[in-house]
């Protein structure tokens, strides 16, 4: 791999379909009709559940999610025709292999699909922490090591929600290694190499 190529390695990492859809909302800091905030609500919820234990359910969550919660903007958040879903921009994003990766994390359970994206809001800050200690330097074997450790780490300090929905990783995560890998790593491959790391961890 040439000098060139690493660099665009690293810049690619910032136009992730994940990482655009994260941008998007968390960076909307109106007030009113703040879907970042309305979500992170529910993330919230769903990981203290599975911290308690307790039953993960629709129901549970919007309990857990007090005053601000109720069935109806659990289903905005989380149902079949939920508004601002991740998995809709994977789809979007038009790219076989990142559609290849929506298609792994297409749900029919929404509480498994809000599950999905709690996981990317809980490692985000361990993932920008990974890409800023990425170099245009670095091999991939050690550029896929920095973010392997960076979701080692996730996953022993959130076990409980880690090993939920069969230790899948965030999707966020998957998408990263498939670009580190410049199309050589499909994302099947990267979801059972990153699902391994979990589980193990």
Known sequence: MTMGARTETVAELDGTAVGGWVRRLAGNTAPRRNHWHTRQIYYRAAEALLDAPAEL????????????????TFYEVAGGH???RMVDDLIGDGRPGVIEIALRY?????????????????????RQEAMRQLSDRMPVGE???VLTAAVARWARLRPALARAGGCTPPACAVEDLTVLHRGHLSG????ARLTEVVRTA
């Open 82 to 84: 939920a508004r601002h």
């Open 106 to 126: 297409l749900r029919t359970d929404p509480v498994a699909q809000l599950l999905d994206e709690t996981k990317v809001w809980s490692f985000w800050d361990s």
């Open 188 to 191: 099947t491959e990267a979801l």
């Open 57 to 72: 359910t629709w129901k549970s969550i919007v309990e857990q999610a007090g005053p601000r919660g109720s069935r109806s």
């Open 143 to 145: 550029m896929e090591r």
